[in-house]
């Protein structure tokens, strides 16, 4: 089957920045793929060309074949976008905001107003359709941005990060919201910087990292990549995170990984047992106390942070008070580069 989206070799220069390099890319219809990344990774970049927004330096991108490049009015009228930024009217109504969408595709008036009375009713909008935007919460607002991206029945979906900014109940509606849109069939492509976004939402999941594409797989492709299990030792202090990748070298079957905002040491392991109880022999002859000290299964995190480099301490953000119910952004990680 031909992918849906097709990506090859794509390129993005940025004066001499070179904002995508030799980006690969194919997402198959009726599946979700979620392109994460820190911020400027490159994903809103790759999103604009796919939309034909912004041509490729380098490359060639189709959506159901057809060239983005080459025909940019018939990939608009086969894609929906819901871009970074909500781009509904404030000084009109939900309804209206859906309607002139509509009118814009070339629907007749009658045909409008039904596609947006069919928007509101998916997007459990309905009783709100007739307020003014101005007076809608974030997350409503963004239900609705995403509503106009559905006006004219794409046949690709893509949005950039949907969720960022909403808080944890506005951000599970919509992810409930899209899963809804993918079980009617929808092909999605998403940007994310949040793991738990790609995890629950995503068939296949591909990491951008300034401008390469540094992995691509199911969740659960990515999580094996890290090999076995995952040893995590919880340090007290900053300066404990350094001396633990040290007192930790070479217990697991790979190399110690620290992550400073969250003061913890995390190790791939092969051999569970083994490893849990050589850590807890060195780290007890280097006479350092730890939080915690477990073994689990591999997150998301733990590919992404295998595969990047690590922050130095002085880049590390400190956490905020009410932090602590969002997912982490990859920003947290965010390295000079
Ligand atoms: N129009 C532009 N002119 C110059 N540089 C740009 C332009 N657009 C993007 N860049 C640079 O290209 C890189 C990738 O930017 P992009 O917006 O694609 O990142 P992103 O992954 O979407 O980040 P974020 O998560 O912050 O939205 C960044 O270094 C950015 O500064
Ligand atoms: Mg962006």
């Known amino acids: 089957m031909t992918p849906l989206i097709e990506a090859a070799r794509i390129e993005k220069k ?45 490359g060639r991108a189709t959506i159901a074949g057809v060239d983005v490049a080459r025909d940019p009015s018939t990939v608009r009228s086969l894609i929906g976008l819901a871009g970074q930024f909500a781009a509904v009217d404030d000084t009109l109504t939900g309804r209206e905001n859906l309607e002139l969408v509509g009118r814009l ?58 969720s960022t900014g909403l808080d944890p109940r506005s951000r599970m509606e919509l992810w409930r919201l899209i899963e809804e849109l993918v079980e009617d ?19 296949r999941v591909a990491l951008i990292d300034r401008g390469n594409m540094i992995a691509e797989g199911t969740p659960d492709e990515l999580k094996q990549r890290v090999g076995g299990d995952v040893l995590e030792v919880r340090a007290n202090t900053t300066s404990d995170v350094e001396k633990l990748v040290g007192v930790l070298d070479g217990v697991g079957s790979g190399r110690p990984v620290p992550d ?28 350092i106390a730890v939080a915690d000290l477990s073994v689990r299964r591999p997150s998301l995190d733990d590919v992404f942070l295998n595969l990047t480099s690590a922050p130095a301490a002085s880049e590390v953000p400190r956490s905020r008070p009410g932090e602590a119910t969002a997912p982490r952004p990859l920003e947290s990680w965010q390295v000079t580069g």
């Open 185 to 203: 069939g929808t092909t999605l492509l998403l940007t994310t910087q949040y793991l738990e976004e790609a995890d629950r939402l995503a068939h």
């Open 260 to 287: 400073l905002r969250d003061q913890r040491v995390t190790l791939p392991t092969s051999e569970r047992v083994q490893t849990l109880l050589a850590a807890a022999r060195r780290i007890e002859d280097a006479g």
């Open 14 to 58: 940025f004066g001499s920045y070179m904002a995508l390099k030799s980006v690969d890319l194919a997402v198959e219809g009726g599946s979700v793929l979620a392109l994460l990344g820190r911020n400027g990774a490159g994903k809103t970049t790759f999103v604009r060309i796919l939309s034909t927004l912004l041509s490729p330096d380098g």
């Open 105 to 162: 595709y070339g629907l007749r008036r009658k045909e409008a107003r039904s596609r947006a009375d069919e928007v509101l009713e998916r997007l459990s909008l309905t009783d709100a359709g007739d307020a003014l935007v101005r007076t809608y919460s974030g997350g409503m607002r963004r239900r609705l941005d995403l509503g106009a991206s559905l006006v004219g029945r794409p046949l690709v979906l893509i949005m950039d990060e949907p």
